[in-house]
Every structure is written in structure tokens, then in C-alpha cells.
């Protein structure tokens, strides 16, 4: 994981946390909120 994230150039100590979500205001913060939580990962999809 560090090798992953070193490679990646991404900032270092940037969070969900401290992001600034009025610079981009197409990204909802809510959904991203919800994405964070990895509940969809546990849910099956049902057909």
C-alpha cells in the first residue's frame, strides 16, 4: 500500500476530511460521504 501510494504523486495527508468540495462542486459531498462507509461493498446485487 505505501509503494502504491508513493507511486500514485497523489498529496500527502489529503483526506475526505480536509478536502475542498467548493472547489469542485460537481462532486456531491453526500455521495461521496456514503461511498466512504464501503456499505455498498456488502450489499448484493439481487435479479
Known amino acids: 500500500m505505501r509503494t502504491?501510494?508513493?507511486?500514485?504523486n497523489l498529496p500527502v495527508?489529503?483526506?475526505l476530511e480536509n478536502f475542498d468540495f467548493a472547489?469542485?462542486?460537481a462532486i456531491g459531498r453526500s455521495r461521496?460521504?456514503?461511498l466512504?462507509?464501503?456499505a455498498w461493498a456488502g450489499?448484493?446485487?439481487r435479479s
Open 4 to 8: 502504491s501510494l508513493k507511486l500514485s
Open 36 to 38: 466512504a462507509t464501503c
Open 43 to 45: 450489499r448484493r446485487r
Open 13 to 15: 495527508g489529503q483526506t
Open 23 to 25: 472547489f469542485q462542486p
Open 32 to 34: 461521496i460521504d456514503t
